[in-house]
């Protein structure tokens, strides 16, 4: 009798651990925007919050890099969640120079959108986006029952997480110290954002952060922002939003995307070895134990997938390697515009030759050419001579190069090509040797190179195995994976695989 009761426990046992595991009911997914995978280690010792969580609850890939360029913000954002490169996605910088509209344009810019709440004016949202994100496969898979939020102190960071089919994207307005949406997702802002706002600011009037102090007059919702009371105001938005929308309620999974902007601004001031970014570390690791603290009441982290990420890195100050005999520096002022301009009006003859404003991707004046009768790609090779020959410029690559594919069989011309969308491409792409960067101070990101693509990807929740994972992954794969674990169709251009490495199959 004991042996039968015994076996028949066993068998119960095996039947429970082969028993899938419930979806979650939330997936929050982290970005902290600059935040270079060296952060984790550099500072781990120090962590007692929610990275020291992250760390030690989950599964941390060391070796995952964006495969595009440049990188930026918008197109990271857009890589996480939708796993395409900016050659399909159609996300080529926080901002290009369009054609049509003879202009610069912003990724998520919508005229035909009003800005619900703040200063008003036109709306954004993902327009520019042409392919899905997993959020919105997620809307689709449910029937539209999930709930799919973004929210971030940047719009961008807000709007291409979200996606097309979103409830909705907040991020702050820092003319009035709100947090906006558009009309593109809501007629009107919701009572309780309304509510929000009314008192949002008011615990920051004066507040110190190392040796700075903010004001505590109008001055004050822009200040905000480069501190770590940026990151803690959008955590309490974050509260609201959980708390507001009943996320993780529901008979189907939600997800909320949480970008954290503050540590770009603080990085880009200050440089990545400087006390204030190991100050703002610190803080990110505060402010997410907040973040996580809350979840686990109000759900229980036991029902949430967590997946933190960065959307770049960011190089050192030229100023920090030179005083360690390092290379780099600072090129000049709109060197390569101003060299390019008088190249081309000798060789060709007066006119406006570069439409764009940017020094590392100019759009050239094709009415021009044209004009002049002139061959295009001999006018792009041209280009291409003249800037190759200003010191420190290591790669230069035209239109007709990316067209034909004719950029070599390497990680850095296989980066341009993923980058490259033809219709809204410049026509020159210049890439600087490692370390110089365009800007006359501070610090900058956007290169192919290591410190501006390797950054942190942990997963952390049911049926990820915690560990340490040293194999070299790609960022595309966050959207491939949370596609698996959700058990939808991946995002529509995803090139990413399933890091099946770190689920536990025997309880998904």
């Not at 061959?375 to 200003?390: F, N, P």
Request: proline share 5%; glycine share 8%.
């Amino acid at each position: 009798m004991k042996k039968l009761a015994l076996l028949f426990l066993m068998a119960a046992g095996l039947a429970a651990a082969a028993e899938p595991a419930k979806k979650p009911k939330l997936v929050l997914t982290i970005v902290v925007d600059q935040f270079r995978y060296d952060y984790l280690t550099r500072f781990k010792n120090e962590y007692k919050g929610g990275l020291n969580r992250l760390l030690t609850q989950g599964a941390v890939f060391t070796a995952a890099h964006y495969q595009h360029f440049p990188t930026v913000t918008a197109i990271g954002h857009s890589v996480i969640f939708t796993g395409a490169m900016p050659a399909t996605s159609g996300i080529v910088g926080n901002d290009w120079y369009d054609r049509a509209a003879a202009k610069q344009v912003d990724c998520v810019a919508d005229d035909s959108t009003k800005m619900l709440g703040g200063a008003g004016g036109a709306g954004c949202s993902p327009n520019r986006l042409l392919v899905s994100t997993v959020g919105d496969e997620l809307k689709v898979a449910t029937g539209g029952k999930a709930k799919v939020i973004g929210i971030s102190i940047k719009d961008r960071a807000a709007i291409l997480p979200a996606g097309h089919a979103a409830n909705a994207a907040y991020w702050y307005d820092s003319r009035s110290g709100e947090f906006v949406s558009s009309t593109f997702y809501l007629p009107e802002l919701p009572a309780w954002v309304k509510e929000f706002n009314l008192k949002a600011l008011e615990k920051y009037k004066g507040a110190v952060w190392l040796q700075y102090k903010l004001p505590e007059d109008a001055k004050l919702a822009a200040a905000v922002i480069p501190s770590p009371f940026g990151n803690d105001l959008l955590e309490s938005f974050a509260e609201r939003v959980i708390r507001d929308e009943n996320l993780g309620k529901n008979t189907v999974p939600d997800l909320l995307s949480v970008s954290f902007s503050s540590n770009d601004y603080v990085g880009h001031y200050f440089g990545p070895e400087s006390p204030e970014v190991r100050a703002m570390c610190l803080e990110t690791d505060q402010v997410l134990d907040k973040l996580f603290n809350f979840v686990d009441s109000s759900i229980g982290m036991s029902n949430v997938l967590v997946v933190f990420t960065a959307d770049h890195g960011v190089a050192p100050l030229p100023e920090a390697n030179a005083g360690r005999r390092m290379p780099g520096g600072r090129m000049q002022p709109r060197i390569v515009q101003n060299t390019l301009q008088s190249a081309l009006v000798k060789k060709y003859g007066e006119g406006k030759w570069i439409l764009s404003s940017q020094e590392h991707s100019l759009t050239l004046n094709q009415d021009l050419v044209q004009g002049k009768k002139l061959d295009r790609v001999e006018v792009e090779e041209t280009a291409r001579e003249v800037i190759l020959a200003i010191p420190h410029v290591w790669r230069v690559y035209t239109r007709s190069l990316l067209i034909g594919g004719n950029v070599g069989d390497d990680p850095v011309g296989r980066a341009v090509m993923n980058g490259f969308f033809p219709s809204r491409g410049a026509d020159v792409y210049v890439l600087l040797e490692p370390y110089w960067m365009f800007g006359a101070s501070g610090t900058t990101h956007g290169t192919a190179f290591s410190y501006d693509t390797h950054v942190p990807v942990i997963f952390m929740g049911p049926a990820i195995r915690a560990g340490i994972y040293d194999d070299q992954i790609i960022v595309n794969d966050i959207a491939h994976t949370i596609a698996d674990l959700l058990e939808i169709e991946t995002p529509s251009a995803s090139v990413g695989r399933v890091l099946k490495e770190m689920i536990n199959r025997a309880t998904k």
